[in-house]
């Protein structure tokens, strides 16, 4: 017979580590929760391993960590985490918001690092599946393939959580190779072979990513003139102000869940700036004096082809070949490069392919798209036994959160809460009864 577990997770990423840690705080004796399995491609533990770039920040201040705002008391918050590594003081000192990339990093593998028995690593999962009627137990199948054995292994399960994080996007006809990269490959390939003595790097995108990127191909490389490829004038800021920071919190979820398409589309047109194609303040406006002090000095090291795409890339004996069409003009230019990276963004998380086996019984708008509720499970036809919930790829139905660090703590204890058929107690729920005194619900569906 199949191992069987309440709930199986695909990938383990920050999403459904918070998910475990919610599991994990589910009031009572411990008999009381859901087993959880949870399935990781990778080696080991790993957030955007390739963009840990030594200065980075993060885009969420510290306390919308995994736990926080669904429970400050977690034995997981990061305060917790300074407070064992022994810098909390020092990090208050520090008077600053916002932690680097590698210091939360650290943090998600120190919580990681408590739930080794509930995660398998080296395991992608490859389908989810109805289990057949012959009575055994769950009402879904995961079928999961490892690195390091052949064959396939299934689980048994009533419910499945998704996240699997965001898919990289590079402009069509682009083929990623040896010297044509993807922001998501960058360190790895970087710190591959010896750039210091590179003559010219191209990165391309206007976001985040690709400003880092260009800070860090100049700061790493000796000489070499970077090449910035920006289909804008220039860098636009990301907004960060409190106003339209409110679009993170868990009250704007409500809003756009149950606003009008008038409603969720002003969150786009007015506020798609807090988080896409979008630079910090600091690091756009040091690349702008790094620019002018390089034409002061005469090193010109930043070339930036504004209003500008990329048309062409192909990969040469030592580099590749990159052709650039200028959006005023439509004139073309070509830069042999020792290498290019793509900073051009990812698409929303895509379930789509492992859930092609039980496609037939979910539900879909007008649109196409799966119908999914407030607590992020699919909806599905009469019958259907299992729950399957997504973490990410709803940004048309939860908003623009849905595939950011800020709601995580709050909608893994959703999730949890619809699973336990308590959804309505919020959180934490304080005992083991219901909040009319009746005893909860099943523990699962
Ligand atoms: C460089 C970078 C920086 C970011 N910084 C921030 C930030 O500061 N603040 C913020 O709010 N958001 C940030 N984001 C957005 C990002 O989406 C979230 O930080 C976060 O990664 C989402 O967590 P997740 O668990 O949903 O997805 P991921 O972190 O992508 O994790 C998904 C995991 O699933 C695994 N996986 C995929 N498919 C399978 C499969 N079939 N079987 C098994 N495992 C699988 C993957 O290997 C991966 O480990 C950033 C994104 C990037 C790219």
């Given at each position: 017979m199949n191992e069987y577990r309440d709930i199986v997770g695909v990938g383990f990423g920050p999403a459904n580590l918070a998910l475990t840690v919610a599991l994990d705080e589910v009031p009572g004796n411990g008999t009381d929760r859901p087993s959880a399995l949870f399935f990781?491609?990778?080696?080991?533990?790993?957030?955007?391993?390739?963009?840990?770039?030594?200065?980075?920040?993060?885009?969420v201040a510290f306390v919308k960590d995994l736990v926080t705002f669904r429970n400050p008391g977690s034995a997981y918050t990061f305060v917790s985490y300074l407070h064992h590594v022994g810098r909390l003081a020092r990090f208050v000192n520090n008077q600053d918001f916002f932690p680097t990339r590698l210091e939360f990093h650290d943090y998600l593998e120190w919580v990681a690092s408590h739930f080794t028995d509930r995660i398998r690593y080296g395991a992608e999962v490859r389908a989810i599946?109805?289990?057949?009627?012959?009575?055994?137990?769950?009402?879904?199948?995961?079928?999961?393939?490892?690195?390091?054995?052949?064959g396939s292994q299934v689980v048994s399960a009533d419910n499945v959580v998704i996240s699997t994080g965001l898919v990289p996007r590079v402009p069509d006809g682009t083929v990623l190779g040896e010297r044509v990269w993807h922001s998501s490959q960058f360190l790895?390939?970087?710190?591959?072979?010896?750039?210091?003595?590179?003559?010219?790097?191209a990165v391309v995108g206007a976001g985040q990513s690709a400003a880092e990127l260009t800070a860090f191909c100049?700061?790493?490389?000796?000489?070499?003139?970077?090449?910035?490829v920006?289909?804008?004038?220039?860098y636009s800021i990301a907004d960060d102000t409190p106003f339209a920071n409110e679009v993170f919190d868990g009250q704007a979820v409500d809003d756009y869940y149950f606003g009008t398409k008038e409603s969720q589309d002003a969150y786009w047109r007015y506020h798609r700036n807090t988080n896409y194609s979008v630079v910090d303040d600091d690091l756009l406006r040091e690349l702008y004096r790094r620019s002018y002090d390089d034409e002061f000095t005469g090193a010109r090291r930043l070339n930036f082809q504004r209003l500008s795409r990329i048309d062409g890339v192909e990969e040469t004996a030592d580099g590749a070949r990159i052709s650039v069409r200028s959006l005023s003009t439509g004139q073309r230019n070509h830069f042999d490069v020792d290498f290019v990276v793509f900073g051009t963004g990812y698409h929303p998380m895509d379930p789509g392919p492992l859930l092609a086996e039980v496609d037939q019984y979910l539900l879909r708008d007008e649109n196409g798209r799966y119908r999914v509720d407030r607590h992020h499970r699919l909806l599905t036809r009469d019958g259907f036994g299992g729950g399957i919930y997504l973490q990410g790829g709803t940004e048309q139905t939860h908003g623009l959160s849905a595939s950011l660090l800020s709601n995580m703590a709050v909608r893994?204890?959703?999730?949890?809460g619809s699973i336990l058929g308590r959804a309505k107690d919020g959180w934490p729920w304080t005992d083991s009864r219901a909040a009319d005194g009746s005893e909860p619900a099943a523990a699962v569906s």
């Open positions: 990781e491609r990778q080696p080991e533990f790993g957030w955007h391993r390739n963009m840990l770039l030594p200065s980075a920040k993060m885009q599946r109805p289990a057949p009627a012959d009575g055994s137990p769950g009402s879904l199948e995961v079928a999961v393939r490892y690195r390091d054995r052949p790895g390939r970087f710190r591959a072979r010896d750039w210091s003595g590179a003559r010219r790097v100049y700061d790493n490389t000796t000489n070499a003139e970077i090449i910035s920006v289909p804008s004038y220039g893994s204890g959703e999730i949890v």
